[in-house]
């Protein structure tokens, strides 16, 4: 069974930057694909970014193209969310997500339940 283990949240002042970690643990970890989606109060789950297991291919939520990137560290099963440019509405809780497969499921709000495995999420705050 893969367990992830989210880090890196905290308070940053609007237009600065914040690097989350996701890594996985498990015997099949390193064959997951593995994302981020993030969650403001009051507000719904949102797609951010993903993954492949061999960090070849990656997609983007269109609210964080140009300002995050997300890569993979295959080594450590570890995945990294660089954050540039933040506003206030990049606040709130971000989970990271593994699953076997880069399938649709990732990109469906109403498949997000059926990722193989969830975080406990870690919070970025922005202050403006």
């Known amino acids: 069974q893969v367990q992830l283990v989210e880090s890196g949240g905290g308070l940053v002042q609007a237009g600065g930057s914040l690097r989350l970690s996701c890594t996985a643990s498990?015997?099949?970890?390193?064959?997951?694909?593995m994302g981020w989606f993030r969650q403001a109060p009051g507000k719904e789950r949102e797609f951010v970014a993903l993954?492949?297991?061999?960090?070849?291919?990656?997609y983007y939520g269109d609210a964080v193209k140009g300002r995050f990137t997300i890569s993979r560290d295959t080594a450590k099963n570890t995945i990294y969310l660089q954050m540039n440019s933040l506003t206030t509405e990049d606040a709130g809780v971000y989970y990271c997500?593994?699953?076997?497969?880069?399938?649709?499921?990732?990109?469906?709000?109403?498949?997000?339940?059926?990722?193989?495995?969830w975080g406990q999420g870690t919070l970025v705050t922005v202050s403006s």
């Open positions: 993954i492949s297991w061999s960090g070849g291919t990656t």
């Open positions: 997500a593994a699953d076997q497969n880069m399938r649709s499921s990732w990109f469906a709000a109403s498949a997000w339940s059926s990722l193989e495995v």
């Open positions: 498990g015997p099949t970890a390193s064959t997951y694909a």
